[in-house]
């Protein structure tokens, strides 16, 4: 039995909206009219999530950490014995969210009608991703759901704790930018514009650094527009650029060489697919499609290349850890705890290990290098501020000399 969400009017005059099961849109009228309601709006979950996905919208699907409250929670359910169905009627009537209620209202209409809980996920692509439906699945045929929701929980919540101290890091540099982005604009359109004017009454030469300051300073006010279209059209020429599949090539092949950033892209993928590897082998996902899901979560073009290029030598019957190490793209740590894991036969352990010591590594530099951000940033605005100062103090030091 599908589920329809409804906008309708009641006998004040005020919208209600919520979602109802119902063998066509007719019958959800119908039983609306039955409440009181005045039904406005009636349309099928599952059909209007698929309009947001092939439309052009700005709203995605749901957030890291709904997703990893809505798992922990539909985990605990089942872990206490409840039902999948009405597990599934918990967790859409416990959040406060709209889209979040209307999507496992739907997904909950699907297993209503006899499908899998993996192919009633497969109705929201956006809100739920692949490695997400691909261990449900996993967990549903080995009859294991319980642990398999458990883990997914685990590793829902860790991805949403990484991005979430990532956020959160970066709130303070970026106020810093911001704020020395309005300062050197107040500088350079009103206060050096009026202290240049006494210095241009007069007839003698100006120090470098004074000409230089005023030349800046005529061009932003003058250029302002171009300046700003000309940064967002190379902004869109380069986002048109790297749409092509051998400029995104060469642009993260470059991003991993260079000395900071390349370290940092170059773990962030490696810990990503590390994780997902671990989640999926510990779920009983085969090897090859575990591989071939793990590989589709790497951003860096050249990596995820690698990884598809290893699952087929892992085909042939290489093992995962040399077809990984061929390319000399992922960190040596990795390769090594994947080897020990293959001799031993504790893959899955390995795997775990190889994922938090990479996830370890990288909180510790992504930390590092955005508490040096601050300071850095500091210095370079300090510095042009000293450049302004001195620019407008040096024609006074020259006119005080020549007084004397």
């Not at 599952?46 to 890291?64: D, F, L, M, S």
């Not at 030349?215 to 967002?232: E, K, N």
């Not at 705890?337 to 992504?366: F, H, K, P, V």
Request: proline content about 5%; overall charge positive; charged content about 20%.
């Amino acid at each position: 039995m599908p589920a329809f969400e409804y906008s309708a009017l009641d006998a004040a005059g005020r919208t209600q909206k919520g979602v109802l099961e119902g063998d066509t849109a007719r019958q959800v009228r119908q039983q609306l009219r039955e409440r009181g309601l005045l039904p406005t709006a009636v349309h099928e979950v599952e059909r209007k999530e698929a309009a947001r996905q092939g439309g052009i919208t700005t709203r995605r699907g749901i957030t890291a950490a709904d997703l990893a409250l809505l798992t922990r929670q539909l985990a605990t359910l089942a872990r206490a014995g409840l039902p999948l169905e009405e597990a599934l009627l918990a967790v859409s009537q416990q959040t406060e969210k709209p889209r979040v209620r209307n999507i496992m209202a739907g997904v909950r209409a699907r297993v209503m009608e006899g499908r899998s809980l993996a192919d009633a996920l497969g109705a929201f692509p956006q809100a739920f991703p692949d490695i997400y439906r691909a261990t449900i699945a996993a967990g549903e045929q080995s009859g294991r759901l319980d642990p398999v929701l458990e883990r997914l929980a685990e590793y829902t919540e860790s991805r949403q704790l990484t991005e979430s101290q990532v956020r959160n890091a970066m709130v303070y540099p970026v106020i810093l930018m911001c704020a020395s982005f309005v300062i050197v604009s107040v500088l350079m359109f009103k206060v050096v514009p009026e202290v240049v004017n006494v210095f241009r009454t007069g007839h003698q030469t100006l120090p470098l650094p004074t000409r230089i300051l005023i030349g800046f300073s005529d061009f932003l006010r003058d250029y302002w527009w171009a300046l700003g279209a000309g940064i967002v059209g190379s902004a869109w020429a380069f986002r048109q650029w790297l749409k092509g599949a051998t400029a995104r090539r060469q642009f993260d092949r470059w991003v991993l060489t260079l000395p900071l950033i390349g370290r940092v892209a170059r773990g962030v993928n490696a810990a990503r697919f590390s994780r997902t590897l671990s989640t999926l082998t510990a779920s009983a996902v085969p090897v090859l499609d575990a591989m071939r899901i793990a590989g589709e979560v790497v951003a860096n073009v050249p990596m995820r290349e690698a990884v598809a290029a290893a699952a087929v030598r892992v085909r042939e019957g290489a093992p995962i850890a040399r077809s990984l190490g061929h390319s000399k793209l992922f960190p040596p740590m990795l390769v090594h705890l994947i080897a020990s894991g293959e001799t031993s036969g504790e893959l899955g352990t390995m795997l775990e290990r190889a994922a938090l010591n990479q996830e370890r590594e990288m909180n510790d530099l992504i930390t590092t290098a955005v508490g040096v951000l601050g300071p850095v940033m500091i210095l370079f605005m300090g510095g042009f501020v000293l450049f302004i100062v001195l620019a407008l103090l040096l024609p006074i030091f020259e006119l005080n000399t020549l007084v004397r």
